[in-house]
């Protein structure tokens, strides 16, 4: 069983920038993909960024592309989500999500190719 925790959200104005972090802890086997979505009551989960299991390759969703960026610290078992310039509809829950198909080299962009979500965090932007 991995656990998954994530931190870092909070309340912020259109432009700030917040940075989200997501502990992984219990079974860790390999290094595997590992990814963010996030989540408004108006709206299904939606992909966000996900990064390899190396670190070395990422993809983003078109709609952060450019002012989101995803790391992972693999000797601390971290993943963190840099968000920059946010803007009012960046607004929901984000969540941290781990898979177990072997990943050292690629991602995955689908909420089903996850094993593992942590609880989530609220981000909030106001106008």
């Known amino acids: 069983q991995m656990l998954l925790a994530e931190s870092g959200g909070g309340t912020v104005q259109a432009g700030d920038s917040l940075r989200l972090s997501c502990a992984a802890s219990?079974?860790?086997?390999?290094?595997?993909?590992m990814a963010w979505f996030r989540q408004t009551p108006q709206k299904e989960r939606e992909f966000v960024a996900a990064i390899s299991g190396s670190g070395l390759s990422s993809t983003y969703a078109d709609s952060v592309k450019g002012r989101f960026s995803i790391s992972r610290d693999n000797d601390k078992n971290t993943v963190d989500l840099r968000m920059n310039r946010l803007k009012p509809e960046d607004t929901a829950v984000y969540y941290c999500a781990a898979t177990t198909t072997p990943s050292f080299r690629t991602y995955f962009t689908a909420a089903e190719r996850y094993d593992y979500w942590g609880q989530g965090t609220q981000v909030t932007v106001s106008s």
């Open positions: 219990g079974r860790i086997v390999g290094t595997d993909a």
